[in-house]
């Protein structure tokens, strides 16, 4: 594309995104020195002499030596892998099936049945988590890992199947018509046809899904209580932080690796991911 | 032994009425092609042959077997869609092949299909491609190899060559004709374009509003079209139409309007009696008509105004002014005139088309 003059790239476009990145980056760079900084310079006043907090010339692992050692951190990683996992695997099996019946079959009241669906994603956690929890202790699920499996669908899936009935919807309709008349039954056709040229999608709402049951707090706050059956969130909140002290460095430490998996996902599906969110299928 | 036959075909969407009474016999090998303006229900008649789309009344039998309540996979017909409707994920081999496959076919049977299929069409290169590697003519050909496969006992095509530009389009124009002619299959083809109706039909069905106006060979539509939509629809330019009024004079009949006073040719005399004093619309194409020399009856030959030079190479068209109405003329391309010139133009009686001015069918 030719923009025109030079300082106007700078102007509109080179300076503004720098700045943007700038804003976006910075959390995260505190996050990354914070975890390696040692705590001597952590909790040095601001007045000090050699007060510096953008870098630290005297890196440490001791953070994340103690969130291995002192904490069940391994395991609260281990316990938000499997329950992301899991609600993300029943999510999106529920959220494709009834996506492409969505906006697929004919039947009556499909459409007010696609709006219910979403209304139900509206409604927020801080309220429906009250009569969850009566419904967690009923079947007495609390402090397990199927409290959080069972409950995360309860908000992923009304996300995936919305996210699927647009994608399926961007499919064109002559794709299945043809698999059909070329032998394919409504099944096959989905099978082999629609469900492979909606792979971008279905990557897409499986990785939000996935970032969704991760960063979730509510739920696993109210229905975990032992320290070795929670997740990271509400591991590294509850057990770093105590009364008014914050352990700044293991905390940040246990931010930046709870991350790491999440930034894996992503990087990993990249490709895909961007395609399924900005492309559709051209026949 | 594949012919198709549509009894009393009617379709509703909720409210609208798409289709309506349809009736056709295709024979067997014969090539037919559903043409009309859009929104006329070519689709849909194509849809409900193919078992996409449930008939509202009717009945559609392929091959001798009433197929209404069949689904589209055992109605043994392929058909080729307008966006072609290519598998994005599979290479053009698999999209040749999933057909078969779905059919559980031989794996040789399959590659052999599939090779004679695509040498026909000469696209072997491609076989390793995924669709969005091809440029639209060559999508064309795979969509078409994919239907011939099957070899199935009609084909169906809705409006496929309509993506392509022009050139291609005449090429592929050329190449259907040449794959029917060697296939033999039965074949329904749905446009909206006239020239690609008229070259490509055994038959041709007009469609307008639902209902066919007219089913004939090419040449019938266009030399004794139904009624005045027929008439407008074949042929380009497109007709001429002029509002008259048929007048008994001297014994015999005359149609006049502003411009014109026409002398109705014998052989017309006879149909049009009934009609005297009775408006009319009279039809005369561009091409029936010729700059006058000096021997042409006054009876058939008008003063008209040229505001429109159209320079073809091989003819001139010519938009003049007629009393106070406009027409086109085909004329030979070493004609000299200049806009605004007055010219008189001749018509050949042979080609005269009268329409009733109310129920617009011709007499
Ligand atoms: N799914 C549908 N629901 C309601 N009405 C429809 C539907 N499909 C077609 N119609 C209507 O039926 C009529 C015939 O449509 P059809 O698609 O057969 O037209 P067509 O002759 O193929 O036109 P085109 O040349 O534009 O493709 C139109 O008036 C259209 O609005
Ligand atoms: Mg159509």
Not at chain 2, 27 to 40: A, L, M, Q, Y
Not at chain 2, 66 to 75: F, K, Q, S, T
Request: with cysteine.
């Amino acid at each position: 594309m030719i923009e025109g003059a030079k300082w106007r790239t700078w102007v509109y476009f080179r300076i503004p995104l720098f700045l943007f990145l700038l804003f976006l980056l910075f959390p995260f760079y505190w996050m990354v020195i914070t975890s390696f900084r040692p705590d001597g310079e952590l909790y040095r006043p601001w007045n000090a002499m050699n007060y510096n907090p953008f870098f630290t010339l005297k890196p440490t692992l001791d953070h994340i030596r103690y969130l291995f050692e002192e904490t069940l951190f391994a395991t609260w990683l281990w316990n938000t892998m499997i329950i992301a996992a899991a609600s993300t695997a029943i999510s999106l099996f529920c959220g494709v099936l009834a996506g492409y019946a969505l906006s697929r079959l004919n039947f009556p009241f499909a459409g007010s049945l696609g709006t219910g669906i979403f209304i139900t994603y509206l409604v927020p956690q801080t309220l429906l988590f009250i009569p969850l929890a009566e419904i967690i202790r009923n079947y007495k699920l609390g402090d397990t890992p199927w409290s959080l499996i069972l409950t995360y669908p309860t908000f992923l899936i009304p996300f995936c199947t919305w996210l699927m009935m647009g994608y399926f919807k961007a499919v064109p309709k002559e794709l299945e018509e043809c698999a059909r008349i070329d032998g394919a039954s409504r099944w096959q056709a989905m099978l082999y046809i629609i469900i492979p040229v909606a792979i971008p999608g279905i990557l897409s709402a499986g990785i939000f899904a996935f970032t969704l049951s991760w960063n979730e707090f509510i739920y696993a706050l109210v229905f975990l209580s032992s320290p070795e059956q929670k997740t990271v969130p509400v591991g590294v909140t509850s057990e770093l932080i105590r009364g008014d002290v914050f352990f700044w460095g293991p905390l940040m430490a246990g931010a930046l690796l709870g991350s790491i998996p999440v930034a894996l996902v992503y990087s990993f599906f990249v490709e895909h991911y961007v395609s399924g969110l900005t492309g559709s299928v051209k026949g | 032994m594949a012919q198709v036959v549509l009894k009393q075909i009617n379709k509703f969407y909720d409210s609208v009425h798409a289709v309506k009474d349809v009736n056709l016999q295709i024979r067997d090998k014969e090539f037919v092609v559903f043409v009309g303006p859009s929104g006329c229900g070519k689709t849909t008649t194509l849809r409900m042959i193919a078992g996409l789309e449930a008939i509202s009344s009717g009945d559609i039998s392929i091959g001798g077997q009433v197929v209404n309540e069949l689904a589209p996979m055992d109605r043994d017909i392929a058909m080729v869609f307008q966006n072609y409707a290519l598998y994005p994920h599979m290479s053009v081999f698999d999209n040749m092949a999933f057909g078969l496959k779905m059919r559980k076919f031989d794996k040789s049977e399959i590659v052999t299909r599939v090779n004679h299929a695509a040498d026909i069409l000469g696209i072997q290169e491609l076989l390793k491609r995924k669709p969005r590697q091809l440029s639209g003519g060559q999508r064309q050909r795979v969509a078409l190899g994919r239907a011939i496969v099957r070899h199935p006992q009609v084909f169906l095509f809705d409006e496929p060559l309509s993506n392509l530009d022009a050139k291609l389009r005449v090429q592929m124009r050329v190449e259907l004709k040449k794959l029917h002619q060697r296939l033999g299959t039965t074949a329904v083809y749905v446009t909206h374009d006239q020239v690609e109706a008229m070259t490509l039909g055994d038959r041709v069905v007009v469609m307008k509003d639902g209902w066919v106006q007219q089913v004939g060979e090419p040449l019938e539509l266009y030399n004794q079209p139904a009624n005045k939509f027929v008439a407008g629809f074949i042929g380009s330019p497109a007709m001429n139409f002029s509002t008259v009024t048929v007048t008994e004079r001297d014994g015999g009949l005359t149609a006049v309007n502003g411009g014109m006073n026409i002398v109705v040719p014998p052989h017309l005399v006879d149909r049009l009696k009934p009609h005297a004093n009775q408006q009319m619309t009279l039809g005369i194409r561009p091409e029936d008509l010729r700059v006058a020399n000096g021997s042409d009856p006054a009876g058939l030959s008008f003063d008209s105004k040229v505001e429109v030079i159209e320079q073809l190479g091989s003819e001139i068209l010519l938009d003049v002014r007629v009393g106070d109405g406009t027409m086109v003329a085909s004329v030979e391309p070493t004609t000299r005139t200049k806009i605004q010139e007055s010219l008189r133009l001749a018509m050949n009686p042979a080609r005269l088309h009268f329409f009733d001015a109310k129920t617009e069918a011709a007499v």
